[in-house]
């Protein structure tokens, strides 16, 4: 009899534990923690283009200080107006830099004789010259030098290349 309670008892202690076991149910995986964002940039970092005493405009494509070629018509030296804006901007720039120096290279296109083309391209430099000094730079900050039409940009004989070569180069040796 005593074996037969205690079978029973075991048999309800089974069914009892069977009752009560739970369902094993998986835990989602905990969630992957987010990527660190990468710091917007702020204002301060950005560099006005129109900021001329500002050295990193020089390398700025959005800003006039980037231009550093002036361009002339068929024998002349007289800058035109849609570039004085751009030698305004490097008379700027060299009042703000004290340090700062440039070399105006004179250049001509292939037409003339060696000695006009060098006498060309000194007075394409000197035009220049002459505007940033009007613009307040002291003339220790520039040099003038002509290459006359020994440097051309393009080597072909027609009125593109020619219109490319009639130029002055600002050439900063100091920034």
């Not at 964002?37 to 301060?44: D, G």
Request: a negative charge; glycine letters at 6%; aromatic letters at 6%.
């Amino acid at each position: 009899m005593k074996t037969a309670l205690r079978i029973t008892a075991l048999v309800m202690l089974a069914a009892i534990l069977a009752a009560c076991a739970r369902e094993v149910v998986e835990e989602p995986a905990p969630p992957e923690p987010p990527a660190p964002s990468e710091p917007t940039p702020t204002e301060t970092d950005r560099v006005d283009p129109r900021d001329f005493s500002d050295a990193r405009n020089l390398d700025n494509p959005d800003s006039l200080l980037s231009q550093r070629v002036i361009y002339f018509e068929f024998d002349r030296s007289n800058v035109r107006s849609e570039f004085r804006e751009i030698v305004e901007a490097h008379a700027e720039y060299l009042r703000s830099n004290s340090s700062a120096r440039v070399i105006l290279e004179g250049h001509t296109d292939e037409r003339g004789s060696r000695e006009y083309n060098l006498g060309l391209g000194e007075r394409r430099g000197n035009a220049v010259d002459e505007l940033l000094r009007a613009g307040g730079v002291p003339s220790g900050q520039i040099e003038v030098v002509s290459y006359g039409e020994e440097r051309p940009v393009c080597r072909e004989s027609n009125e593109d290349c020619w219109q490319r070569n009639r130029r002055t180069e600002i050439v900063y040796t100091a920034r």
